[in-house]
Antibody, heavy 118, light 109 residues
Framework: EVQLVESGGGLVKPGGSLRLSCAASGFTFSSYSMNWVRQAPGKGLEWVSSISSSSSYIYYADSVKGRFTISRDNAKNSLYLQMNSLRAEDTAVYYC???????????WGQGTMVTVSS | QSVLTQPPSVSGAPGQRVTISCTGSSSNIGAGYDVHWYQQLPGTAPKLLIYGNSNRPSGVPDRFSGSKSGTSASLAITGLQAEDEADYYCQSYDSSVVVFGGGTKLTVL
């Protein structure tokens, strides 16, 4: 069974940092590009970042460029999102999702909540 | 402001047909990139409903269908049921980034 388990969310003050993790199982993680997609409370879906299977290609939304860093460890079947200089508008549920930037996202984890507030 | 434009809300009575539009531009839908659709029930993660403009994943009822023309795409739901009440999102690709529509809330009257 395919499983994606996000963790690392929590409450952080503006300007602070947080590192999200996503543990993947049930599929060949190293063969798939991976993404982070977020959803602010009561708002729509927003793509955050994508990383190719070998980490050769990395893309970011303009809203997080320069502040967030996506990475992966294929040996550990894990995806990460290092979030620095956090702002109130980064408050959202963060989902890790397999797929390329043109692909449909057919598998979603349960998400992890990040709250940026003083 | 989303790159892909969806109506904020649509509604219909049980049994009726509703459509949700997703309007893009020449750099995304109009450039030939696929459109995908998601259904999100309250408090749950999104679920893939349509991929590659008009294909249904296994388990999705054939009451749901997708189409694409020019710079727009549409999701049609026939035989509306109470359990279809949810938020719906379209997704495509534009200049190295994934783009989503702003979402449409479907209310079953």
């Amino acid at each position: 069974e395919v499983q994606l388990v996000e963790s690392g969310g929590g409450l952080v003050k503006p300007g602070g940092s947080l590192r999200l993790s996503c543990a993947a199982s049930g599929f060949t993680f190293s063969s798939y590009s991976m993404n982070w997609v977020r959803q602010a409370p009561g708002k729509g879906l927003e793509w955050v970042s994508s990383i190719s299977s070998s980490s050769s290609y990395i893309y970011y939304a303009d809203s997080v460029k320069g502040r967030f860093t996506i990475s992966r460890d294929n040996a550990k079947n894990s995806l990460y999102l290092q979030m620095n200089s956090l702002r109130a508008e980064d408050t959202a549920v963060y989902y890790c999702v397999p797929g390329g930037v043109e692909d449909a996202f057919d598998i979603w984890g349960q998400g992890t909540m990040v709250t940026v507030s003083s | 402001q989303s790159v892909l434009t969806q109506p904020p809300s649509v509604s219909g009575a049980p049994g009726q047909r509703v459509t949700i539009s997703c309007t893009g531009s020449s750099s995304n839908i109009g450039a030939g990139y696929d459109v995908h659709w998601y259904q999100q029930l309250p408090g749950t993660a999104p679920k893939l409903l349509i991929y590659g403009n008009s294909n249904r994943p296994s388990g999705v009822p054939d009451r749901f269908s997708g189409s694409k023309s020019g710079t727009s795409a549409s999701l049609a739901i026939t035989g509306l049921q109470a359990e279809d009440e949810a938020d719906y999102y379209c997704q495509s690709y534009d200049s190295s980034v994934v783009v989503f529509g702003g979402g449409t809330k479907l209310t079953v009257l």
